[in-house]
């Protein structure tokens, strides 16, 4: 079945520090993908998301590429905030597309 | 545009007890979905509705049930409660029914503890 498979954190950075996280996935066919963020106490914020192979999600200054030779979906910023702080997870929606598969997050600390 | 809705946000009940939880989604939303998450689990699909039928279902025992009404509304149910059914209960909207490029929207969950 669809799997996501993400680094574990937690992820501790100063401010205006690089983020990655990375995130492979196992599927059959071509799946959609995504970023969501949870903050404290709140529910899931899609992040961003790409549909294709190549494609690129971007938002609020996070990007992430659709790698189907490397089944991957890493995501990137290149100047982290404190307000950055939260857990993020990566997803998948396949051909079926009937439900949304996680991975199991990974937080990330900012500190000042 | 309102968000989604979950009723009510924390939740405390004794094991054997059952419990009712409510979504409402973003207006003009059709299509309902659940997930639980936990620590141990993770996020995990439960079920989804659309024009008020169960069109998919995840792993869970039959003590989970769902419903959705001719608004969108949707709630689920949990009986018979065990320790580990405490969770974040989800609930996420989409426009239409779910398909491979769709966004779903989620609410801020209901937190319920078993005790």
């Known amino acids: 079945g669809d799997s996501v498979t993400q680094m574990e954190g937690p992820v501790t950075l100063s401010e205006e520090a690089f983020l990655t996280i990375n995130c492979t996935y196992t599927?059959?066919?071509?799946?959609?993908l995504f970023w969501y963020v949870q903050y404290p106490g709140e529910g899931l914020q899609l992040l961003l998301k790409?549909?294709?192979?190549?494609d690129k999600g971007s938002n609020k200054g996070f990007e992430a590429t659709y790698r189907k030779e490397t089944t991957s979906f890493h995501l990137e910023k290149g100047s982290v905030q404190v307000s950055d702080s939260a857990v993020y997870f990566c997803?998948?929606?396949?051909?079926?597309?009937?439900?949304?598969?996680f991975g199991g997050g990974t937080r990330v600390l900012v500190k000042p | 545009k309102a968000g989604v809705t979950q009723t009510p946000r924390y939740l405390i009940k004794t094991r054997g007890q059952q419990v009712t939880l409510s979504c409402s989604p973003i207006?003009?939303?059709?299509?309902v979905s659940w997930y639980q998450q936990t620590p141990g689990q993770g996020l995990q699909f439960l079920f989804e509705?659309?024009?008020?039928?169960?069109?998919n279902k995840g792993n869970f025992p039959g003590r989970f049930s769902g419903r959705q009404f001719s608004n969108s509304r949707s709630e689920m149910n949990v009986s018979t409660l065990e320790l580990g059914d405490s969770a974040l209960y989800l609930c996420?909207?989409?426009?239409?029914?779910?398909?491979?490029?769709?966004?779903?929207?989620f609410g801020q969950g209901t937190r319920l503890t078993v005790v």
């Open positions: 599927a059959t066919g071509y799946p959609s």
């Open positions: 997803a998948l929606r396949g051909a079926a597309g009937n439900k949304l598969t």
């Open positions: 207006s003009g939303h059709r299509s």
């Open positions: 996420a909207s989409s426009p239409r029914q779910e398909s491979i490029n769709t966004e779903a929207f």
């Open positions: 790409a549909t294709k192979a190549d």
């Open positions: 509705y659309f024009s008020e039928t169960q069109r």
